[in-house]
């Protein structure tokens, strides 16, 4: 396990000996310990928390327990915030399944990799926002596995050392990372994910020659295989014979788009495309399933959009955003939550500050929620052993947050 931008490499203990797994040493005692089975125990709480170790080609990672990321200290690179205060509780186990023994991640999706002959275009509950998953937590939609990526691509977590330090080189970058050892529909994440790279004018043909090569790995040269898209959308424009969505770092290729599709995205997406056209500094990730012609056109078949700060980090409306940009500016440390399946008319907490005495949830009502919201957000609240923070929006400003740690 890599350390953390904000936090510090764990210490790991098996059979009363420290273990440091960068080192050749280290190698050898998870190579011994993953045999016997035995569990390190990561000594970030005086009582050690369990790990398990999983072989990835000829190394050994030492890997934290499913479910088990709050438990670990707040400071600790396994640290993550109780799933049931993100949509993640609902997918964790079912949609998402890890298999101790590999450190594989198996993946349920909602949506198809490849096109059939004659079958009528998705619908808009579909496509756009796999509603037919809303449902049920057994299969990710569009959104939840990119909310996944970017939650396993650390991209959700804050520190103040990580201001001016990410761009679409690093984003991308993670989701690659995060991509690794994941498996979707019996094939490895990462063969099928491509990510454009920054644009570079002056070296456009090696660019654009590593992309065609990366799209006919990923479509492995079926003409009905489909590939996963993961990039930053600049413009939905009309084209001869339909629209075309515009691409961040690919200004010589758009995707194409149907009509249909079009006006799925602008129904179901109209919130994250208002956001666009009102945050100047923000940015609109998209991700999607794509067929690649044999013009060598490719065409988007399903999409699902995500609107990010300038930083990065996600966000869902005006409020959310005031919220993290108060808590960049009072240099703060947290983890935001993310939907995965779950309706916008179900609350989750916005994220978890990291750096208080206690990890704290913060909660923002948006002004007009309905007495059904209010109430189960103060079940969501009450449920939680968790410190909290809570801005309603129609009570005024922001109340004060929680002071940091004297050491943070």
């Keep these: 396990m890599r350390a ?6 764990p ?11 960068s080192t050749q040493d280290g190698q050898a005692a998870l190579a011994a310990a993953h045999t016997k089975r035995l569990r390190p125990q990561c000594l970030c709480q005086a009582e050690g928390v369990p790990m398990y170790i999983a072989r990835a080609g000829d190394r050994y990672l ?27 509780g609902e997918v964790l186990g079912t949609a998402i399944v890890e298999d101790e023994s590999s450190g594989q991640v198996k993946l349920a999706t909602a949506f198809s990799l490849r096109t059939t002959p004659g079958r009528a275009p998705p619908t808009a509950s579909e496509s756009a926002s796999g509603g037919d998953a809303q449902d049920s937590p057994r299969r990710l939609t569009l959104l939840a596995t990119l909310h996944y990526l970017y939650d396993q691509g650390e991209l959700t977590r804050w520190a103040p050392g990580m201001t001016g330090k990410r ?3 690093v984003v991308r970058h993670q989701i690659m990372a995060a991509a690794g050892g994941k498996a979707l529909k019996g094939l490895p994440l ?74 799925q995205i602008r129904k179901r997406f109209g919130a ?8 100047e500094n923000g940015h609109t990730l998209l991700m999607g399933t794509v067929s690649v012609t044999r013009t060598g056109t490719p065409h988007l078949r399903e999409a699902a959009l995500l609107s990010v700060s300038e930083r990065w980090l996600p966000y869902a409306n005006r409020y959310e955003l005031a919220v993290q940009q108060q808590l960049v500016e009072a240099r703060r440390r947290f983890v935001l939550g993310q939907r995965y399946n779950l309706r916008p008319d179900v609350p989750i907490a916005y994220g978890v500050l990291t750096d208080s005495p206690s990890s704290t949830a913060l909660y923002v009502t948006p002004p007009g929620a309905s007495v059904a919201y209010r109430d189960r957000l103060l079940e969501l609240i009450e449920t939680s052993a968790m410190p909290h923070w809570h801005w309603d929006v129609e009570s005024g400003l922001l109340p004060p947050l929680p002071p940091p740690r004297a050491s943070t």
């Design 4 to 9: 953390r931008a904000d936090h510090k490499m």
């Design 11 to 21: 210490t790991y203990q098996i059979d009363n000996k420290i273990v440091d797994p």
């Design 62 to 88: 030492v890997k934290r327990m499913p479910d088990c990321g709050a438990i670990h200290h707040q400071d600790c690179a396994s640290y993550e915030p109780p799933a049931e205060l993100s949509g993640a």
């Design 167 to 169: 761009n679409w080189g």
């Design 190 to 263: 990462h063969q099928i994910l491509f990510v454009p790279e920054m644009y570079n004018a002056e070296r456009a043909d090696q660019i654009i020659a590593r992309r065609s090569a990366d799209i006919a790995d990923a479509t492995q040269g079926e003409q009905n295989r489909l590939f996963l898209i993961v990039c930053e959308l600049k413009d939905l424009l009309p084209s001869r014979y339909g629209f075309r969505a515009a691409i961040k770092h690919m200004p010589d290729m758009s995707l194409m788009l149907s009509p249909e599709l079009h006006t």
């Design 272 to 279: 994250e495309l208002e956001l666009r056209e009102t945050d």
